[in-house]
């Protein structure tokens, strides 16, 4: 089974706050402090200490973006199809190119508060009228606790609650660790160094990290985590952030709950009363509801914007509120996941009955107590979303606000507490619901799900042969393709993370290079020997090294370009460069890839971004290596992608042991 094992190091001795909350006095200590039980770890350095000192990030230039573009394409077309985007580049960098690119830095230099291309990709996300299930929702599957009596639903799930909400007040509050990249961490990952830059002032800052080989990373994404959700507007949603709010909503069988678990001074309930509620609701006898409004979070954009207004008009508006304002969404399924098979159906769509998809996040608890975050990408990506992860779960399992036979509160009446969220549903929104149900079914129904947990090497035997482990799981994904398409190429995409520039958001990396494309003929279509074959694979590391690094210093082209079309867009003329099949081609992506590397998570996953394509989700860590691999159906097959994932991998273990592959 493609699962971690979890470091028993994840210890915790449970203190006063941890006895108090147990024998229920904890609600009535007057000694209660909340530095030591509702904060993560309070940093000496405040969060957005760096933020106005971050680099800008760059406009690249014209001839070194056409230069990149023109080598991505020659990893995938014929001579004769180069030749001609060829002529299509030499045209554009030459006549419609410079005055575009004049006007974008131009723009970029009037707007010193962002990046030039931070409002065109937030517009690309809440103009996309597909809804956002599959297309923009990815989920994150967590670690269990080592400790099996930990892993109970009601237990878990408010541990969860509780690190969440500890994790906010920290973030909120500016006391979360800054987010920082440490090259050298023995030298810049300390007490001196964090003594240091507190003191600088923030306009220079960023400099004096610098100075200890430390970079500083932007967090301007993290305060849409909490408290934020995304509204269907007609032609362009909205992000909604509700400043104050102190309940969370809680989802089961279709049902929504609201309870407080911030006190009026904004202290983190005790835990006890959290568990209290959640075991209310958990036996609340009400069946499955037979309308189940979250349904229509799953709906194409426009038609959820023409719905909400209906439903706001039939006496909902304070609801919807309740729902929108909300802390973040959790949901607790009444089913278990006990394969990762069983994980990637539950966490990345489940039926879509029990999940409010339009929530910044989603944390969701089967009756197992298996955890997993399902987000909504517009907002924000990876990074912030796996720093919640990272100290969530640690804090959830070293730090628990609650233990097995911890009592539910007896202090609070949670019928009360607890508010059941009542719809009012006329004919039309019910209709509304069962139409986004079929679907959303439909949809599903097509998603083919897979999972590769391979056995043969891992990072750290990469990493002795002198390859870059990502480099090595990319060429796996290439020659896969081309086995399966008999030696065709196509549009490959690996996210690359750009958050060491202000409001950076993600850049490209194509993977699929001229030297991939030579590995792959030299492994299936040629006599190379051996040591040919291995040759080819350190070009494959190099060439992927240096498109990682220019990609991570906002060197690509696929930014650049986007930026400079959507200014094309705005002018009416459309240069030939983005009429040319070829530019369509090369972003209609097949090979969709991403990976995140985490002690919290085991795996993650996210469907095709095109029905023709693969999801494809990896990890390559020292104790494991794997793939989590989504496809629509008829149009590919994510079963025999994965025996080409696996027959590739062990292809190249027998190039790096200097056997000849079978």
């Not at 004049?102 to 010193?112: A, G």
């Not at 036996?283 to 309308?291: G, L, V």
Request: glycine share 4%; proline share 5%; net charge neutral.
């Amino acid at each position: 089974m493609f699962l971690r094992k979890v470091s028993p190091s994840f210890r915790y001795t449970p203190g006063l706050t941890n006895i108090l909350q147990q024998t229920g006095l904890y609600q009535w200590c007057p000694s209660r402090t909340a530095s030591s039980f509702d904060y993560i770890k309070r940093s000496k350095v405040p969060t957005y200490h760096f933020q106005k000192s971050l680099p800008r990030l760059p406009v690249p230039k014209l001839e070194d973006t056409c230069r990149r573009y023109l080598l991505s394409q020659k990893a995938l077309l014929d001579e004769c199809e180069f030749r001609s985007t060829e002529a299509a580049v030499k045209l554009f960098q030459e006549k419609e190119g410079p005055a575009l690119h004049s006007k974008l830095v131009e723009q970029d230099n009037k707007n010193k508060h962002t990046n030039y291309v931070s409002e065109p990709w937030f517009d690309m996300y809440l103009k996309d009228r597909r809804a956002v299930v599959l297309n923009h929702t990815p989920f994150m599957t967590l670690i269990n606790d080592h400790r099996p009596e930990y892993n109970e639903q009601l237990l878990r799930c408010t541990n969860l609650i509780v690190s969440s909400l500890r994790f906010m007040k920290t973030l909120e509050e500016k006391v979360l660790e800054p987010e920082v990249f440490h090259l050298n961490p023995k030298k810049s990952d300390t007490e001196t160094f964090r003594n240091v830059v507190r003191w600088l002032p923030e306009a220079v800052s960023w400099y004096g990290a610098y100075m200890f080989n430390a970079y500083p990373l932007d967090m301007s994404q993290y305060k849409n985590l909490f408290r934020s959700t995304r509204i269907p507007r007609p032609e362009k949603d909205e992000l909604l952030i509700s400043p104050g709010s102190r309940h969370l909503l809680v989802m089961r069988k279709g049902h929504f709950y609201s309870f407080d678990v911030l006190d009026e001074n904004g202290s983190i309930k005790p835990a006890n009363e959290i568990l209290a509620h959640l075991k209310y609701i958990s036996q609340d006898s009400r069946p499955p509801t037979k309308y189940p409004v979250g349904l229509l979070s799953t709906e194409n954009r426009d038609t959820w914007a023409n719905l909400r207004p209906h439903l706001l008009a039939a006496g909902n508006e304070e609801t919807l509120k309740m729902v929108d304002s909300a802390t973040f969404v959790i949901s607790l399924d009444c089913h278990s996941v006990e394969t990762p098979m069983e994980m990637i159906e539950t966490f990345l769509h489940g039926d879509g009955t029990n999940r409010w998809f339009d929530k910044s996040i989603n944390p969701v608890i089967s009756s197992d107590g298996r955890a997993s975050i399902n987000f909504e990408h517009s907002w924000g990506d990876g990074v912030a979303v796996l720093r919640y992860i990272n100290e969530t779960v640690k804090d959830s399992i070293e730090r628990p606000a609650i233990h097995p036979g911890t009592e539910a509160s007896t202090f609070v009446d949670s019928s009360k507490c607890v508010q059941h969220l009542d719809f009012n549903l006329d004919s039309k929104m019910k209709d509304a619901i069962l139409k986004a149900k079929a679907r959303f079914d439909d949809v599903t129904g097509t998603l083919e799900k897979d999972f590769l947990d391979y056995k043969g090497f891992n990072k750290s035997y990469v990493k002795g042969k002198k390859l870059s482990p990502d480099s090595v799981m990319q060429l796996a994904i290439q020659m896969a393709y081309y086995k399966l398409s008999s030696g065709k190429r196509a549009a490959t995409y690996e996210s690359c993370s750009t958050s060491a520039y202000k409001h950076g958001r993600t850049e490209t990396v194509r993977s699929g290079t001229l030297a991939t494309r030579k590995a792959c003929e030299a492994i299936f279509n040629s006599p190379a020997s051996v040591a040919e074959m291995s040759a080819t694979l350190q070009d494959c590391s190099k060439a992927h090294f240096q498109l990682t690094k220019e990609a991570a210093m906002g060197q690509g082209f696929d930014r650049h370009l986007f930026a400079l079309r959507k200014i094309a867009e705005q002018s009416g003329t459309l240069p030939g460069l983005f009429a040319d099949p070829h530019y369509q081609l090369i972003n209609h992506i097949i090979l969709s890839t991403s990976t995140l590397s985490s002690p919290a998570i085991e795996f993650g996953g996210f469907a095709p971004v095109v029905p023709n394509g693969f999801g494809i989700g990896y990890v390559i860590e020292d104790e494991r290596l794997g793939f989590n691999i989504t496809t629509y159906k008829p149009h590919q097959n994510s079963s025999d992608m994965i025996a080409a994932l696996e027959e590739s991998l062990n292809t190249i273990h027998d190039i790096l042991e200097g056997r000849r592959p079978l």
